[in-house]
């Protein structure tokens, strides 16, 4: 059974950082590119970044570019997703997806960011 069980969400002021993690079960990890998809409050999900299987490529959203950086441990079958510089509007549920090209077919339940003062 694929398991996808997202951590390290909670409350952090403007500025500040966080780092989201994803551990991953139930599928070879390192054989596929993951992603991280959020929510904010009221509207639609919003791909935030991608890193291929071995972690070599990655790629992100705008909004996010120079702030976040995605990376992996294939040994630990673990995603990672560092925030820096975080700001009000990246107050969201975070989500970790399976890339199965061209669908995301499996998905945690999320984590809670939220920036505010």
């Known amino acids: 059974e694929v398991q996808l069980v997202e951590s390290g969400g909670g409350l952090v002021q403007p500025g500040g950082s966080l780092r989201l993690s994803c551990a991953a079960s139930g599928f070879t990890f390192s054989s596929y590119a993951m992603s991280w998809v959020r929510q904010a409050p009221g509207k639609g999900l919003e791909w935030v970044s991608v890193i291929n299987s071995g972690g070599g490529g990655t790629s992100y959203a705008d909004s996010v570019k120079g702030r976040f950086t995605v990376s992996r441990d294939n040994a630990k079958n673990t995603l990672y997703l560092q925030m820096n510089s975080l700001k009000p509007e990246d107050t969201a549920v975070y989500y970790c997806?399976?890339?199965?090209?061209?669908?995301?077919?499996?998905w945690g339940q999320g984590t809670q960011v939220t920036v505010s003062s």
């Open positions: 997806a399976k890339r199965a090209t061209p669908v995301y077919d499996y």
